[in-house]
């Protein structure tokens, strides 16, 4: 058979981490970076006799992701506790949602490249993170870290309703950017504020039942996931079409290697004896709460692509451009609408403001340029009192020092020249220190404009107006 | 002070006395010691108290003595020396649950109950031996050495709570703290003739409490009279913004109630007590059913009326308890790894040695036992079988208690034990020392308040009567056993 004869089925299972200042189920700060075990108290560390409180901020963010990704929240859940041994799980449970999650049902549109399709949301869940287990920080021995021991979480788990890693990639890259509009998450892998499971078939194409699954960890892009997928993948079809059968486990992922291993624990065996947690009552959310939340979610990224492509009239690319992170957004429209000049705002946001960001590695916090004084900067080019080039020298004084577009221009002298009487010497030296172009435009070459007025823009520094150069050539030539 | 007279003075009382500026707190505690020194010496030695420090209490005598005299008061509770069982939180003294595992363990934080009752004055002067972790009817599973019942040193306390129990009747102090999954405080307090409080789930926070079974564990005061405990009940009561299964709904001054009855001649006028049928089996003790009997005339005399009821569920609550509470145990216990605190065997190699070699080490057999049990019953393919089932079960004795108390009855009446306080080492098999929770173990299943008081003695051994209410019908309950240990009087004790 060949290639095209198998079909991949992927299911993913990602947890993200809440962005709240608090634990999920303590008062400890969720601080990332702090000093090993200082953000611990007798709750997470599990000390005897301590009990968990529920965050309630932990619980609004998670049901505003819900909701977003079309979910039903469900008016009633259970916590349960998910039983196993492990150093950096202090409890020896973690507390999570099991049969009865905070909410169900929902799905995720995509592009899947020839057009749009939805991916089913099975469940999305809470729980609680474990702490860190650091094998390598002193020879011999293992250090735990339990600063993110009960940081909330949320899982969301698809249907198995991706076919191919690309549409898997897509998923991910559509929900990040919802989750990023929805302010609930950093979902960043590298800080593991995301992270991503995926669970991978394969059947022969025209198959309705689904193959045996395994289930590949430990990816830590997003690109790492598509290879993972693709990996396994392979792997399946080549044992399927040997006639052999998969067998149901966990791999993890080698990223510089470039393949997926089986785990030397063994996941699929796991009991997790979950049962009700007792310490803590069912969550019951009242429906006045729900629409509460209901209306605290923001515009997300699909509406906005398509106001702002009506508002500001920008292409396809630059909206896709413009809408990539919220932050970003943000800071194009109030550009926008500050400086009158939609088409403007997008060059200069997608260009020198993008440039500075990428090239600070920073945030927009970071970034001393804030929308109003780019539309300053942007009047002052419409209104011809800077030239272009001078604007990027004006810009980036604007990052070096964060002072106004207006003073770095005048205490530059970047300010473009339209007084007519210093532009008609410039044009007086101009004629007269070339002769011959100036008795053939006079004569009527007007094709040599262009060049005097390059003449002009040269011998006053770049500062003289070139549109006043132009109108007061044509009317000495007699055009006016 | 002289330890007989300490040993007589009630917590109110003695609180009185302090506040009156008629006892130094300082001469309580001293008198508190003296009087565990002569529990403690020579070869009757009751084993009651696991953890004291005489400066400490001293400190917080003196503490308290300040205290007095800026603010004026001491609190309901002004010098009142306590002793609390070893699984409940305190700064300063260890908190080891009676076991190994925790060997030396110093909880850094306080449990609320203990700090309600700091705030009132009252002085920590001992930890009090358990059977580990709670699990146990008899404080023979203490990882130190049973505890010896005061009223005969041959036999039990009863349990788990029998330190404190037995550190109330030897008159150590006149108030400790207990604990109970199944009858943890009022099987003990039956043994020992004094009297004990099982609160409604939910009325005292649990934050401190070593979880056993977090479902059904509840704090509860172990006093020497129905006034103290009433007291002790009021203090310890009401919302936890750190125990999420801790109630709002308003504790009532239990004492004020029946206080303004006692000069009544009928004070249970318009009072209905049930007295259920499953809880005086044709085999019950014949001297234990003579007592009951004499209090259920005593309920008549005091204006009660009194009906039979039936609690059809009430024979698989034992069943039903004993998957229950060690599933849950089986996890509350997981944290108990040798990683970050307590006991960690040494030479373990591997993680899962690490594990292995601790808690083989660490745990008490019975412990063992129920942790077993309990993984077992939670296990996939035998968690619908088991633990659905029994809270499925559990929800029918809860609604047994519900249709009688919907039925115009207002407390229950109950022998507390099978039998009175049994020989150490007289009860071998798990499962008959199970049986000595029969009368106990369904309220907490089914969350009711409910206590036993002394109802007189059968061949010089101390028998417990329980009254058991409605859920947070404390006010009830603390009246109905007031009235009864009033019209007792020194017949509760012979």
Sequence with gaps: MTADAYEMVVGLEVHVQLKTTSKAFCGCSTDFGAAPNVNTCPICLALPGALPVLNEKAVELASRAALALGCTLNTVSIFARKNYFYPDLPKGYQISQFDRPLASDGSLRIDAGDGERAIGITRVHMEEDAGKSLHDRYPGATAIDLNRAGVPLIEIVSEPDMRSSAEAGAYLRTLRQILHYLRVSDVSMEEGSLRVDANVSARPRGQKELGTKTEVKNMNSFSGVERALDFEFARQRAILERGEKVSQQTLLWDAAKGEARVSRTKEGSHDYR???????????????????????????????????????????????????????????????????????????????VQATLNASGGSFDNLRVRPA????????????????????????????????AAQIAHDESLLQVGDDSALAGWIDEVLSEHPEEAARYLAGERKLQGVLVGFVMRKSGGKADPKRVNQLLMSRAGAG | MNTADYAALSAVSLAARVGEGDLAPLDAVEASFARAAEAGAGADAMNLILWSDR??????????????????????????????????????????????????????????????????????????????????????????????????????????????????????????????TGGSVRQPAAFCGIVGVKPTYGRVSRYGLVAFASSLDQIGPMARNVDDAALATEIIAGMDPKDSTSSSVRVGSYRDQFLSLATSPAPLDGVTIGVPEEYFPENLDTDIRRLCERAIDAFKSLGAKVVDVSLPHTPLAIPVYYIVAPAEASSNLARFDGVRYGFRASGASTLRDLYAMTRSEG????????????????????????????????????????????????????????????PIGAVTDPYEMYLSDIFTVTANLAGVPAISLPIGRSTGLPVGGQIMAGHFQEATMFRVAYALEAALGAEAHQ
């Design chain 1, 373 to 404: 004084d780019l539309a300053q900067l942007i009047k002052l080019v419409s209104d011809g009192l800077v030239s272009h080039a001078a604007a990027k020298k004006i810009f980036s004084l604007m990052v070096e020092t964060g002072k106004p």
């Design chain 2, 363 to 422: 745990f008490g057999p019975e412990v063992t036992r129920r942790i077993l049990l309990g993984t077992y019953v939670l296990s996939a393919g035998y968690y619908d079988a088991y633990y659905k089932k029994a809270q499925a079960v559990r929800a029918l004795i809860t609604r047994d208690f519900h249709q009688v108390f919907g039925q115009k009855v207002d407390a229950l009446f109950t022998p507390t034990t099978p039998s009175p306080a049994f």
């Design chain 2, 55 to 180: 400066d400490l209490a001293k400190r917080d005598a003196a503490g308290l003595a300040r205290g007095m005299g800026i603010a004026g008061s001491g609190g309901r509770l002004a010098g009142v020396p306590i002793a609390v069982k070893d699984n409940i939180a305190t700064l300063g003294l260890p908190t080891t649950c009676a076991s190994k595992i925790l060997a030396g363990y110093v909880s850094p934080y306080e449990s609320t109950a203990i700090t309600r009752l700091r705030e009132e004055g009252a002085i920590v002067v001992a930890k009090t031996n358990m059977d580990e972790f709670a699990m146990g009817s008899s404080t023979e599973n203490s990882a130190y050495g049973p505890a010896r019942n005061p009223h005969d040193v041959r036999r039990v306390t009863g349990g788990s709570s029998g330190g404190s129990a037995g550190a109330v009747a030897a008159g150590i102090t006149p108030l400790a703290l207990g604990s109970e």
């Design chain 1, 274 to 352: 979950y049962f009700p947690e007792p310490d803590l009552g069912p969550l019951v959310l009242d429906a006045a709460w729900i629409s509460g939340i209901k209306a605290a979610i923001p515009e997300l990224p699909a509406e906005r692509k398509k106001r702002m492509a009506e508002e500001y009239k920008l292409s396809a690319e630059d909206i896709e451009q413009l809408t990539a992170h919220p932050a970003l957004a943000d800071y194009y429209e109030s550009t926008a609408r500050k400086s009158g000049d939609p088409k403007a705002s997008a060059n200069w946001v997608m260009g020198e």
